[in-house]
């Protein structure tokens, strides 16, 4: 996931909340001036609780209290301006980095406490609906740079000689992660399925590019600082603007102290979870009392949770549609050769088989299939069988001569 957003609106929080790294976080424009990469979690109940076992051994990652936290890479890229995609600022110089992103956090500053150059002001004075619009506006004209640049240099020398345009130009955007799901997606939303790839004109490659992006790096928005009394008109605005799926209040900075207590052992909190509780009182200064009273009432009484959390799963599980399975070596007992339980737990596609969960895993697993055994009915599947979400699987493979 990249993160994005306009600048001094808190993404350096955020990505310091969600990965505990060290990012520079400062109140003035361009704090990040390089990519910070980290990685964070999404969590989901184990299968494990479900299967009634004591407990589950991930290699990585980890499980808290029946939670199971799943690794997932992210990027903070620095802050965009207006005109960023022409070169205004430093985004446009790391935007390439988000070629490999599945999907794109948003970062508003929902308090509207920061102009368009992302300079403070008082809280209110500026619109998060139109700073969503003007961001992401920027992040479809980087993406149609790219698309162009690609089609000038690689797809149109070959467009005429090729015997199968549409695989042309699926291997030709691969480079951004693009698969030909997503090609024949953003056909269909851009209406030129009637329309042959060699007659595609400025407009309809224009067109393409921006149903492209929407498809394969769909936009979620982080509303940040829901906490201050400025922003809880302006969320609503941005739900019915942009749906209440692409709309997750957060609180990054109560995310980051939260957690950063709960790492010092001053209070026991799970990520999105919608308490937390002190361990001991006199361990606490006045002023980190206070901090903890007003992340108490102004963010989980009123949302439930810091939000933080929330957004992460809204991405993976709402947005890209994800499950979660668990292969093993032994079906009986759920754990690898070292006795491991339930040590791995992959993101999959809603459609994959479990052929292609083989090849995840390793490819001369998926090169050497025989069959699978699903591990929670006993039952042998073969190669075609599509995985559900919690499934628990062994690959049988041929052995090796």
Known sequence: MGIIGKTNVGKSTLFAALTLATVDIANHPFTTIK????????????????????????????????????????????????????????GNK??????????????????GATDPEGNPVRPGTSDPVEEVVAIQ??????????VKRLWNNKISRHLFS??????????SL?????????????????????????EWRDEDIQAFSKALRSVSKPIIVAANKADLPAAYDNIKRLKREFGEERVIPISALAEYILRKAALNSYIVYIPGDPEF????????????????????????????STGVQQLINSVVFNILRLIVVYPVENHNKYTDHHGNVLPDAYLVQRDTT?????????????????????AKTGERVGENYVLEDNDVIKIVAAKAR
């Open 35 to 90: 990519p910070n990469i980290g990685i964070g979690y999404v969590r989901k109940k184990c299968v494990h609780v479900e299967l009634g076992l004591p407990q589950c051994n991930p290699r990585s990652g980890y499980c808290l209290r029946g939670n199971r936290f799943i690794p997932i890479k992210l990027m903070d890229v620095a802050g965009l301006i207006p005109g960023a995609s022409k070169g205004r600022g430093l």
């Open 94 to 111: 790391f935007m390439d980095d988000l070629r490999q992103a599945d999907a794109l956090i948003h970062v508003v500053d929902a308090a």
């Open 137 to 146: 506006k920027e992040v479809d004209t980087w993406f149609y740079t790219v």
């Open 162 to 171: 090729t015997r199968d345009p549409l695989e042309l130009l699926v291997k």
């Open 174 to 198: 691969s480079g951004l992660s693009i698969t030909k799901y997503h090609v024949l997606e953003a056909i269909r939303k851009a209406g030129l399925e009637d329309k042959r790839i060699r």
């Open 277 to 304: 509780r002190i361990i001991s009182s006199s361990k606490l200064t006045r002023e980190q009392k206070k901090a903890l009273e007003l992340i108490e009432d102004k963010v989980l009484k009123r949302y439930g």
């Open 354 to 374: 479990v052929r292609d969960l083989a090849y995840m895993v390793h490819t001369d697993l998926g090169n050497s299939f025989l069959y699978a055994i699903n």
